[in-house]
């Protein structure tokens, strides 16, 4: 195959209908799968149909049904936050965690495991550029984690040197690290941040 932007893009789209499909074994829909993941990995404010519509590019109306239909299923459950009864969250049940482990996915992972972690690390950059540039031509939410995200602050109360987020001023937790975010605003980088394994904040 020729190594042209083209020929990429084309992979990229074969790579991604055929790695999340769910094949005959499954009960479950290719939505209903991205659901599953969304949910596993999204940080909490995140975890909302509301947020898997933006993560799905899906109305939410339809991101709705879907969230419904895998709690029916009894993989998902809501839960209240502790301040605010009316705002509703998202998690995975036991059943949904045990379920994941067959993701269809998987086989796309463990394909990705073999790589040397740079080149890894190098494949990252350039889907996230890329996703960066397409959302910016569709108005699309860019997915990404708070290390990367130009939201990412240091403050807290006393004026303690904590990880906080701009957009929320809510201080995050180590576990909120590695979570997707739906508010995640990519950083501009600049020739001085052009190191991929620069420093990064720690939690
Ligand atoms: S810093 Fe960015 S990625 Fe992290 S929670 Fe805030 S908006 Fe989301």
Known sequence: MPA???????????????ASHPGSDTALTAAQWAALRFFARASRPSRTPSGFARFHATTRGTASQT??????????TRVSSAHDR?????????????????????????ALEKLPPAEVRRLCDVLQSSMVAVAGNQDETVLGTCNDCRNLTRGGEGGAD????????????????????VQFSPKVT?????????????P
């Open 162 to 181: 904590l990880p906080v987020c701009g957009r929320t001023s809510e201080r995050l937790e180590a576990s909120d690290f590695a979570r997707l975010c």
């Open 190 to 202: 600049g020739p001085e941040d052009s190191n991929p394994d620069g420093p990064a904040v720690s």
């Open 86 to 110: 009316r705002s509703v969250t998202f998690e995975l049940t036991e059943t949904g965690c045990d379920c994941l482990g067959n993701d269809p996915l998987r086989v796309l992972e463990a």
């Open 4 to 18: 042209s932007p083209q020929c990429a893009a084309d992979m990229l789209f074969h790579l991604a209908r055929s």
């Open 67 to 76: 969230v419904k239909s895998l709690e029916r299923l009894g993989y998902l």
